[in-house]
């Protein structure tokens, strides 16, 4: 089991340079599978591996097969989102008032929630926090 299991293993670590590897097609129908491969100019650099850099001719490679032009998605129109109903209500509301009369609009307005009308320094606690009693020594301190 575990000679299998290394075996797998050897195979799948020994395929992996071959998944980056880059496939040069010469028109002379030679293939050359390199590193990577790049176009400068008028010629075609060739990494074949870490220390051989080989150069060619255009002339020499066939373009199309080694340089294939990726397919370009088209680019999507952006829709402009729903504006969410709350939202709108006073605007349409704006709008349909404009057309009626005076006594005939009904706007409808948004309310916000009330804040309660204490602070939280009033509020009387059982315990005093440790930063209200920082707060207090320090003043005590001072005062001294």
């Known amino acids: 089991m575990k000679t299998a299991i290394m075996t797998m293993i050897a195979v799948v670590v020994s395929a992996l340079p071959v998944l980056g590897a880059k496939t040069v097609y010469l028109k002379d129908g030679s293939i050359i599978q390199a590193t990577s491969a790049w176009r400068e100019g008028s010629m075609i650099n060739v990494l074949v591996n870490r220390n051989t850099l080989a150069t060619f001719n255009r002339e020499e490679v066939d373009i199309k097969r080694t340089f294939p032009q990726k397919v370009k998605k088209p680019l999507r129109k952006r829709v402009a989102k729903p504006v969410h109903k709350q939202a709108a209500m006073p605007e349409q509301a704006m709008h349909a008032g404009a057309a009626k009369t005076g006594s005939e609009t009904k706007q409808k307005t948004l309310s916000l929630p009330s804040l309660p009308e204490k602070s939280p ?24």
């Open 121 to 144: 320094d009033t509020f009387k606690s059982k315990e005093e926090g440790a930063i209200r009693r920082h707060k207090r020594e320090m003043a005590e301190r001072a005062a001294e």
